[in-house]
């Protein structure tokens, strides 16, 4: 009889210990699952700006420090425009 109890009661316990164990090991999964998917999400965020980057790369303001008029390419209406905005703001 009080081998029964001993017995049902260790039965009990280890029923009850498992069904923790499984529910820890449940989240402990979950959480990293979480955390891989975000990885992945942050990975697809970071090569999606280097793809728009590339696509569409800054676009450069006429700066007055390096300025070179003998060039036939220079527009100088287009950096007088610009100097006066930058002034402006």
């Known amino acids: 009889s ?3 109890v001993l017995r049902y009661s260790s039965l009990a316990a ?3 210990y498992g069904a923790y164990h499984t529910y820890t090991l449940k989240l ?3 959480k990293k699952q979480e955390l891989y998917d ?3 999400k942050l990975k697809l965020v970071e090569a999606a700006k280097a793809e728009y980057r590339k696509l569409n790369p800054p676009k450069q303001a006429a ?3 390096a300025v070179n008029l003998d060039d036939p390419e220079f527009d100088f209406g287009k ?3 610009g100097a006066v905005e930058k002034l402006g703001s």
Do not use: A, D, P, R
């Open 28 to 30: 402990e999964g979950e």
């Open 63 to 65: 700066s007055t420090e």
């Open 79 to 81: 950096f007088i425009l």
């Open 14 to 16: 280890g029923i009850v």
């Open 2 to 4: 009080t081998l029964n």
């Open 38 to 40: 975000y990885q992945k």
